[in-house]
C-alpha cells in the first residue's frame, strides 16, 4: 500500500496536542460494485490478511463438504476465523477433524503462544481455516500434503472465488503468504468491499454460490465467539446487531465488514467496506471502523456506550501506567459519499498488480 494513497484517520493526544497520527483509506461498496463511499484512495492495492477468511471458506461451503461431513454452523464460522485459541474453539476444531478424517498434525499453520496453553497447531488463529482446507481437499480427492502450495487444487479454487467476488480476473490478484503459510491476497480496497457487499446480498449470484454465502453469512453471525472471542473486537461488534452485519479483521491494520440489507434502514442496500491502516498499527483499526459505521448510520451512541464496556469506542481514552486519563485516541475523518458512483469493474485488471506495494 503506497502511503500517498493514504489521509489522516485517526489522532493520539496528550495535554491537548496532538502526538501521534494514523493514515489510511476506505472504500465502502455496493454489491453491484459500486463506490458508495470512500475515504483516501479506493483503489489503493493491499493484503486482506484474515479479512479474506469468509472468502476462502467460500469453496469448502460450495463443494457440497458442509454436507458430507456434517459441519454445524458453528463449525462453518470457526472455518472463518481468528479466534483466540480458547477451549472451545480447540475442541471444535478437533470435532471438524475428527469427522473428516484428519488430525492436528496435519495442519500446515504453524503455532504461536496461546495465554494458559502450551503452543499447538489446533490452538493457532487460523486453525480452523486450515481445517477447512484439509476438507475441501477430502471432498475433491486432492493430497492432503502440501495443501497450502499456491499451485495446490485447493488454493486455485480458493482464489478464483475469491477473484470472482471481488469482480476481477485470479490474474490481477496480488498473491503472497500470509502468517499461517497459506496464499493472501491483495485487491483495490473496492474490490475488496464488493466482495463484502455480496457477502452481505449475494441475491445477484448464481444460486450455489448465493446459498453458500448465505450459509457463511449466517454462521458468522449466529456464533461470534467463534470468529474471535469473547471481549474480541469482531465478536462483540457482531453480537451487538446480530444478524446484520459481519465484521472480521486482519492482520497489519485490515479490517473488512458486510452490512445487510436493512442494515441502515427499511430500504438500505447490503454494503461492503474496507479499510486499511497505512503503518500497519491495528490499534487505530477499531476506532476506524466504528467512527465509519457511525458516519453511515449503523451505530448509535447506545451501541457505542456497549461497546465502551469492551474498551471499544470513537473516542478512547488514553491512560499512563498509574491509570490517570493522559489524552485521547480518536478519528479525525470524514467520510465523502459518492452520489454518482464508480463501479469496482471499471478498474483495470492489467495495472493492478503494478501498484501493489
Known sequence: MNPAQCLPVVELTRGGLVESLHHGALAVADAQGRLVASYGDARAV????????PFQALPLVESGAVERFGF?????????????????????????????GVSESDLLCGEHPVEGHAPRP???NCSGKHTGMLALAAQRGLPFA??????????????????????MGAQAIGVGIDGCSA??????????ATGFARLADPSGLAGPRASALKTIFAAMTAHPEMVHGP????????????GFIVSKGG??????LALAPGALGPASPALGIAMKTADGNSRATGVMALETLRQLGFLAEADLTTLAGFGFGVRVPQK??????????????QVISHPSSVSSRCLSDDCLLTTVH
Open 46 to 53: 493491499t493484503f486482506l490478511r484474515s479479512s479474506a477468511k
Open 72 to 100: 454445524t454452523p458453528r463449525e462453518i464460522a470457526l472455518a472463518c476465523a481468528s479466534h483466540k485459541g480458547l477451549d472451545m474453539h480447540a475442541e471444535t476444531v478437533a470435532a471438524m477433524q475428527a469427522k473428516v
Open 320 to 333: 499512563n501506567w498509574r491509570g490517570l486519563p493522559v489524552g485521547e485516541m480518536r478519528p479525525c475523518f
Open 146 to 167: 502440501d495443501y497450502i502450495n499456491p499451485q495446490h487444487g485447493v488454493q486455485q479454487t480458493i482464489l478464483q472465488a475469491f477473484a470472482e467476488m471481488c469482480g
Open 251 to 256: 492482520a497489519e491494520g485490515y479490517h473488512g
Open 122 to 124: 489446533n490452538r493457532h
Open 231 to 242: 471481549g474480541g473486537f469482531d465478536t462483540e461488534l457482531m453480537r451487538l446487531r446480530p
Open 183 to 192: 496464499p493472501n491476497f491483495a485487491v483495490p480496497l473496492l474490490n475488496a
